[in-house]
C-alpha cells in the first residue's frame, strides 16, 4: 500500500447513497388512470434490487387486498431496464417496460446530467420519472483527503461521464 498513487471508487452507493429520490412522475393518460399507473410501476419495481426502482417501489398502489394485479413475468435487460407482464384479478394483461428513453422510448433529458426512468404500457409511452442520485455527506471530505495526501481519484460507473 506504500506505493498506492490512485484510488479508484465505484459512485452508486459508495460516493453517493444506494438509494434514489424520486423528483417527479410526468403521466401521459386520463387523471382517473394515474393512481392504477403508479401502482403499476410500483409493483414492478418492487420486483427489481436496483438502486433506481427503489424508490418507485414505495409509490401506493391502490389496489383492494386480493383484487390488485401481481407480476407474471419479469425480465431485466442490463443497462436498460425491466420488462414485465402484470395480471389483473379478471385476468387482463399488460406488457410494462421500465428502463431507459432509448429503450422504452420516448423523449431524451435536455439535462445529460438528469437521470429519467421511462414507462410504457402496451407498447405506448405512459410515464417520464425524474430521479436523483443523493451524494453522500462525506464523499466531497473523503476525496479531498485523497487529493491532501496525493491520491488520484478515478469514479467507476455505469453512467454517463456528465452524470459520472
Known sequence: LAEVDRVMVD???TLTDDRFA???????CPEAARAQLLGWLSLVQ??????????????PRPFAPGAGPRVEALTAVP??????RLVEANGTRHEVKVGTPEWVGGPRPSDPATKTVHVSV???????????????????????????????VEVLTGDTAARA
Not at 424520486?22 to 401521459?28: C, D, I, K, N, R
Not at 405506448?124 to 420519472?129: C, S, T
Not at 443523493?134 to 491520491?151: D, P
Request: overall charge negative.
Open 22 to 28: 424520486l423528483v417527479s412522475v410526468e403521466t401521459f
Open 46 to 59: 418492487g420486483q427489481s434490487s436496483h438502486p433506481v426502482a427503489k424508490p418507485f417501489a414505495d409509490l
Open 79 to 84: 443497462g436498460c431496464g425491466v420488462s414485465a
Open 122 to 152: 402496451g407498447g405506448e409511452l405512459a410515464a417520464v420519472a425524474t430521479v436523483r442520485e443523493r451524494l453522500r455527506e462525506s464523499a466531497a471530505e473523503a476525496v479531498e483527503h485523497f487529493g491532501r495526501i496525493g491520491l488520484s
Open 11 to 13: 459512485k452508486t452507493g
